[in-house]
């Protein structure tokens, strides 16, 4: 049973591009007559400036009352000059009334002592340093799923926000529900309508793979250097950073050196509802087991100390198998074996979770009331760090043990595989 119309994520961001240019109009929202006065308004630079940012951040940022956009961050010329304009035009601004800065060096935002907040768009390679440096700065921050390249990374995000005590919310939006009713899912498992939970499938892509790409000649106007940042050097390539304002998401998700590829890149979404579900947020598996097959790119099992198994692979989405019934849920689908765990409403004593306004509108509710976000930081250090270790184990071809609770192998001399080699200077900075 499909209870919900399937939405493809290119269709979301299609239509939420749609709304929002709509909802950048009228002037008594982002005019003159704003209602909410500067002194209560949130106010944000946004670091990257893609596809994400201009079809989904920025239109949901733009349209809050109590946000006030006035810096933006990117290495490529066209689109930064874009995402200023956007904001400019969103908020009618003139040559002497202010407008939006623009930036190609993300610490220009970071050192503005006027900006309370960033969000994050950037290449997975890209996450770590800036939402660090932010914490640092005293600034709360939104960042773009997955997290982090490396569990290094992820623990040390994690440590920064806690050591400064700031309000992080990772881009799992399907915790907001966006796309599907995936807080009902977690709703019935949790409470116990499968009865004993005995394994989980997340169908998602595969793993990255070294890149490859030969080199191509570049047009002025990219600062190649800075969108490699920690990365190796190598040549440009356009698919890698594709010129100017793009309607795609680039294919720099297939490799190694700056993304965990479709494992991660989805399995940020599906994995953290799996994490969610089995009240995971803050532990992990403890024995991480490759495919029997040599090269197959599915099939990772994640053992968890209670025996639930969590397996790579099947239909799209997360399918829970528990002792009396099964439960799938993905993008605009919702469907159980029996019928009745889905169809029959919950009572007053089963579980029932936070109902978030919106991803955005949650991280800025819980900057002003300094409450947990929906997908804390935590939440996404633990879900990245789940398909890391899956990636090392289809790398390397050999299981691991997993400790969640030091973030650390069950063998030492697994450690190094925490971590990769940055390119200086951009070494991973210490969290105080």
């Keep these: 049973m499909n209870r919900f119309e399937q939405v493809s994520r290119r269709q979301w961001l299609s239509q939420t591009a749609v709304v929002g240019a709509a909802a950048l109009t009228p002037t008594m929202v982002f005019g003159r007559n704003r209602r909410t006065p500067p002194s209560d308004r949130m106010v944000v630079g946004v670091i990257g ?21 006035v810096a933006v961050c990117e290495v490529d010329e066209t689109r930064l000059q874009h995402a200023r304009k956007k904001v400019d035009a969103a908020y009618e601004a003139t040559s002497n009334g202010g407008g939006c800065s623009a930036t190609k060096d993300f610490r220009q935002i970071i050192s503005r002592n006027d900006i309370d907040a960033v969000c994050i768009a950037t290449p997975d390679h890209w996450h770590a340093i800036p939402i660090i440096e932010a914490c640092k700065a005293g600034k709360d921050v939104y960042c773009e799923k997955p997290l982090t390249l490396t569990i290094a990374e992820a623990k040390a995000c994690v440590d920064a926000a806690r050591h400064h005590q700031r309000v992080c919310q990772v881009g799992s939006q399907q915790r907001s529900n966006v796309f599907g009713p995936f807080r009902e899912a ?10 004993k939970i005995e394994r989980v499938t997340v169908g998602v892509g595969d793993p990255s793979v070294p890149c490859d790409l030969p080199g191509e000649a570049m047009e002025p106007g990219l600062d190649w250097d800075m969108w490699l940042g920690p990365a190796p050097m190598r040549a440009y390539h356009s698919i890698l950073s594709p010129r100017g304002v793009h309607n795609h998401f680039p294919a720099w998700r297939r490799y190694r050196e700056y993304s965990g590829g479709g494992h991660t890149d989805m399995g940020a979404h599906h994995y953290d509802i799996a994490q969610w579900a089995l009240d995971l ?14 090269n197959a790119k599915r099939g990772v099992t994640y053992h968890l100390a209670s025996g639930v198994v969590i ?51 949650n991280w800025i509710d819980c900057i002003k009331s300094r409450a947990t976000p929906v997908a804390d930081i935590e939440y996404g250090a633990r879900t990245v760090t789940m398909i890391h270790l899956g ?16 973030w650390k192998f069950a063998d030492a001399a697994d450690m190094e595989l ?3 080699p940055r390119r200086d200077p951009w070494q991973l900075p210490d969290v105080q």
Aim: charged content about 30%.
């Design 391 to 406: 990636n090392l184990a289809y790398w390397h071809r050999r299981p691991f043990g997993w400790d969640p609770e030091q």
């Design 186 to 195: 977690v709703e019935i498992i949790r409470s116990g309508r499968l009865g």
């Design 418 to 420: 925490l971590d990769r």
């Design 49 to 69: 400036c893609g596809k994400m940012a201009n079809d989904y951040h920025l239109p949901e940022l733009l349209r809050m009352d109590d946000v006030q956009v």
């Design 281 to 294: 947020d803050q532990s992990g598996p403890v024995r991480i087991v490759p495919p029997d097959q040599p």
């Design 311 to 361: 397996k790579h692979g099947g239909p799209g989405g997360c399918e829970f198998h528990g002792s009396a019934g099964r439960l799938r849920i993905d993008r605009g689908h919702l469907s159980s074996e029996p019928e009745s765990i889905v169809s029959e409403p919950l009572g007053k004593d089963d579980v029932h979770l936070f109902r978030s306004p919106g991803h955005h509108r």
